[in-house]
């Protein structure tokens, strides 16, 4: 399966990106183009995601950490940026 996103601007001018599928390998690179074109504050929706590698978590984390604002994750995903957030909170303190 592949990764599909669709991006929507909901009533209030914001862009909700919905992801779906798996967001592995080349998929990261996508996404991490998809993420750069967009301005100003959007959401991800993770509904619809059945698997990620580290490399998606990572771009993950960094979003959030940016201000983005991770809708709908499932919960191993959500441990998983929370780990990945501690991580590099942990490396940047040293």
């Not at 690179?29 to 998606?56: H, P």
Request: hydrophobic fraction near 40%; include cysteine.
């Amino acid at each position: 399966m592949s990764c599909r996103i669709d991006r929507v601007v909901s009533a209030e001018n914001l862009v909700v990106l919905f992801i779906s599928g798996r967001i592995t390998g080349e998929h990261v690179d996508m996404l991490r183009g998809v993420l750069e074109q967009e301005s100003g504050g959007f959401a991800i929706d993770l509904k619809n995601v059945l698997l990620v590698d580290r490399e998606a978590v990572k771009l993950l984390a960094l979003s959030e950490a940016n201000g983005t604002e991770l809708r709908n994750c499932p919960p191993y995903i959500r441990e998983w940026v929370a780990r990945e957030r501690a991580q590099t909170n942990t490396d940047t303190s040293e």
